[in-house]
C-alpha cells in the first residue's frame, strides 16, 4: 500500500530551526505536487506550502521567508526546513500529496499520520 510517513518533529527553542521530511512508499508510479499543512492546537488545518513535481514552489503569506519547501523526486521524498521559529508555529505538522499506484491509473489524495513541532523555551 503506498502511505506517506513524516519525520523529523520536536521541540525546539524559539528561533531555532527544524527540518521535517515526508517520504512516499509503496508501489508508486509517480507523485504530483506534495504540499505540508499543520494544525495548531485548537484551530483548523493550514496550508503551509506546496512544490509541484517540477520544483515550483507556493507559501502561505505568513511562512514566506522562514520556512522552505523541496523535494527529492528519485527518494520520493518532500522536505520542510523551518527558520525563525516562533511558539506560533507549534502545531502539528502533515505531509499531503498525490500519489499514483503502479497499479491503478488515477492519483490518490494521501496524508500522512503527522509529526508534532513544538516551539518552546
Known amino acids: 500500500q503506498v502511505r506517506l510517513v513524516e519525520s523529523g518533529g520536536g521541540l525546539v527553542q524559539p528561533g531555532g530551526s527544524l527540518r521535517l521530511s515526508c517520504t512516499a512508499s509503496g508501489p508508486i508510479f509517480s507523485i504530483s505536487t506534495m504540499a505540508w499543512y499543520r494544525q495548531a492546537p485548537g484551530k483548523e488545518r493550514e496550508l503551509v506550502g506546496n512544490i509541484t513535481r517540477g520544483g515550483s514552489t507556493k507559501y502561505a503569506d505568513s511562512m514566506k521567508g522562514r520556512f522552505t519547501i523541496s523535494r527529492d523526486n528519485g527518494k520520493n521524498t518532500v522536505y520542510l526546513q523551518m527558520n525563525s521559529l516562533k511558539p506560533d508555529d507549534t502545531g502539528v505538522y502533515f505531509c499531503?500529496?498525490?500519489?499514483?499506484?503502479?497499479?491503478?491509473?488515477?492519483?490518490?489524495?494521501?496524508w500522512g499520520q503527522g509529526t508534532p513541532v513544538t516551539v518552546s523555551s
Open positions: 499531503n500529496a498525490g500519489v499514483m499506484p503502479v497499479d491503478r491509473p488515477t492519483y490518490l489524495n494521501l
